[in-house]
């Protein structure tokens, strides 16, 4: 650590030296240039005294004629005050630069030594860095660094005055315009190195909320502290009014004097800017203010393509800013991006829906989140879990519903499209329903996080059907997740190219818990709500129950639930399947299945497992049955309007329920 904080303290007053002595070079030579010329107005020049010399022999020959012209008379030599003070002012002014030029040559040479690795153990390597740091410090060499700018700006400064005594001497116009540039350039450095001095000394602002004036330069810091100097004295010795004295402008002056470094008048104009209150120049109470909350939108804004920046963001939002400033940065982005979130997220921060910090951390997170997980899908499982553990842990308005929505929607969509297509069996009483091979369309598997997928699952259950929201389309969505958990999650390995490598296996019993448990509570959900909901609460829900629990495809199943069930010592084996079934053999009717899968359920039951009640799933199908007779029979209900297709990637006929209803008649 203190190696790089010499290289950088290092790096800083070489880069520094450099430029400067490639400025003092350059300046150097145009002054070189001027004085060339200059020097020779301080002496006679030989040819001066040529031209005097035939003056004279000119007179003496021309006695007889009379005098010469006065045109041709040449004046006595003399040096005029202006050939003076020009050639003083560029002299002057090019040995400032020059002496700029040595002293940071050996500021070089300093900093070559003060760096030089001595190659000794850690123990006497410290011990000589810290003997030469304080050398570095005590002897000045970072002022004497600080004063080569300031050289340099003396020799221009004596330069211009030359120059424009030269044209003031030679031509009034010239000299004017000049002038007048002079002037604005001088009036520019000028301004620009009292003006940090002015606006600390004279900001009526206590807190110093204004904008910080960056002319920070040597020659200005050397004004800083001499007009720190000048205060201290005539406060000393000049009996100041009491309303001076206790004013903030007065305390403020007096704290900074101990001011060492344009860093640490940074430090302390920022802690005054975070400070809740300020008592005699002190800064009290301080919060995250607007600098803080402006830097981090500034890097959400410049440097959020990037995921490597988006967690230290994250990071900050959730445990770093407090609460009012990340909900202030939250909202503005919102707003810039003209979407209506915003006035739900200030809703769901009231008191009223969160009462608890860590449920506010919880929705920061979700809404930072939910700006760029389309950008990132590596931060999708994180906005999915924090969408889900807000809507269990709280209320929330009914907007922000519309999140979880989406996530259905996309969890859905990555599965619809992979959903083999049943073949259609005759049923009795449907001479026309059409007739298929048995053989079903095969289609790449999309590997979805299982748990994510369970935690969304419990997520409708008791947000969307505990809440008796009329969301049809989310319970839609459930079921094609559903159809995913049980038929095609993907948990052993895959290929290079993403897919299993092996078949899927048959998880029905796997998350049996959950899915009775949400067949339980849509049970309750048909029947409450307003009554013009219900033909389509009963009719997502048939479909629904065609899509997970075809009874074309359960005799497949059937063999793997009585073969894990029936084998006790290998309950944990991956018994797997071929979802294409085998070919030639006639599936049995849903009673049968149904029938076994009693037993088998009954005789699992009887042991320490947990218990499962297939017949949940029996009664729920009677009961929709029965919604239906209510309304009109199934031929009604299944008219009604949708986009059937689009959410379950197949058309389901009336002759389906039929015919599933009829099989089921004979269990009761």
């Not at 700006?153 to 003031?168: A, D, N, R, T």
């Not at 919060?287 to 230290?312: E, G, I, M, R």
């Not at 739900?344 to 979700?366: G, W």
């Not at 209320?395 to 996309?410: G, S």
């Amino acid at each position: 650590m203190m190696d790089k904080h010499d290289e950088e303290m290092c790096a800083a007053w070489k880069e520094e030296v450099d430029k400067l002595l490639i400025f003092a070079g350059l300046f150097s030579a145009t002054i070189t240039a001027f004085t060339v010329e200059s020097y020779r107005w301080l002496r006679q020049e030989p040819e001066d005294a040529t031209a005097q010399l035939l003056t004279y022999l000119t007179t003496h020959l021309t006695v007889d004629i009379g005098p010469l012209p006065q045109s041709l008379v040449f004046d006595d030599f003399q040096v005029s005050t202006a050939e003076v003070v020009i050639n003083l002012m560029w002299f002057l002014s090019l040995t400032l630069s020059l002496t700029a030029v040595f002293i940071g040559i050996l500021c070089l040479q300093w900093l070559r030594e003060y760096q030089r690795d001595a190659a000794l153990p850690h123990k006497d390597a410290v011990a000589l860095r810290q003997m030469r740091f304080e050398g570095l410090l005590h002897w000045h060499v970072p002022d004497i660094i600080m004063a080569l700018p300031v050289l340099l700006l003396l020799s221009l400064i004596l330069f211009f005055v030359g120059l424009l005594y030269l044209l003031w001497s030679r031509n009034v116009v010239v000299a004017a315009c000049v002038s007048c540039l002079v002037g604005l350039v001088m009036l520019f450095i000028g301004v620009t190195t009292f003006l940090p001095a002015i606006q600390h000394a004279f900001s009526k602002d206590v807190h110093l909320r204004v904008p910080q004036c960056p002319y920070k330069s040597p020659q200005s810091w050397l004004i800083y502290k001499i007009g720190h100097g000048i205060f201290s004295f005539l406060a000393n010795i000049i009996k100041l009014p009491s309303s001076t004295l206790d004013s903030e402008r007065f305390h403020r002056m007096v704290k900074s004097v101990r001011d060492a470094s344009w860093l640490a008048y940074d430090m302390r104009w920022r802690q005054l800017r975070d400070a809740t209150s300020v008592i005699r120049g002190a800064p009290k109470q301080a919060k995250d203010q607007d600098d803080l909350l402006h830097a981090v939108h500034w890097l959400n804004a410049n440097f959020a393509q990037s995921v490597d920046a988006v967690y230290p963001l994250h990071s900050c939002l959730i445990s770093e800013l407090d609460i009012p400033s990340a909900e202030r940065l939250i909202s503005n982005v919102y707003l810039e991006l003209g979407q209506i979130e915003a006035a739900t997220f200030k809703v769901m921060l009231d008191d009223r829906f969160s009462p608890r910090d860590v449920q506010k951390r919880d929705i920061i997170s979700a809404y930072y989140l939910h700006l760029h997980q389309d950008a990132h899908p590596v931060l999708k499982a994180a906005y999915i879990e924090a969408v889900v553990r807000i809507l269990n842990s709280q209320e929330v308005p009914e907007p922000f519903y519309d999140w979880l929505t989406e996530i259905l929607a996309e969890l859905t969509g990555k599965v619809v499209s992979t959903l083999p297509q049943p073949s259609h069996r005759r049923i009795s009483g449907d001479a026309d329903m059409p007739l298929g091979s048995g053989a079903q369309a095969s289609a790449a598997k999309v590997a979805l996080d299982e748990e994510i997928v369970v935690q969304v699952l419990m997520c409708v259950k008791d947000s969307i059907l505990a809440r008796n929201l009329s969301r049809i389309v989310d319970v839609g969505m459930m079921w094609n997740l559903i159809h995913h958990l049980l038929y095609e999650s993907v948990t052993g390995a895959k290929d290079g190219s993403g897919v299993a490598a092996v078949p899927p296996k048959f998880s029905i019993l796997q998350n049996r818990a959950l899915i009775l448990e949400i067949v339980e509570d849509l049970n309750g959900w048909l029947r409450r709500g307003k009554e013009r909901d219900r033909p389509d609460r009963v009719k997502i829900c048939a479909e629904g129950v065609m899509k997970v629990f075809p009874f074309e495809s359960w005799s497949m199943h059937l063999e793997e639930v009585v073969l894990r069930y029936q084998n006790p010592d290998g309950l944990e084996d991956e018994v797997q399947y071929s979802p294409v079934g085998v070919a030639g053999l006639n599936p049995p009717s849903p009673s049968v299945v149904l029938g076994q899968l009693s037993v088998v359920a009954q005789n699992h039951n009887a042991s320490n497992a947990p218990k499962v009640d297939w017949w949940i799933l029996v009664r729920f199908i009677h009961a929709l049955d029965e919604h239906m007779e209510r309304m009109g029979g199934a031929g009604v209900v299944f008219a009604r309007g949708g986009r059937s297709f689009e959410l379950w990637g197949r058309r389901f006929q009336v002759w389906e329920w039929k015919g599933l209803v009829e099989a089921l008649g004979t269990l009761g």
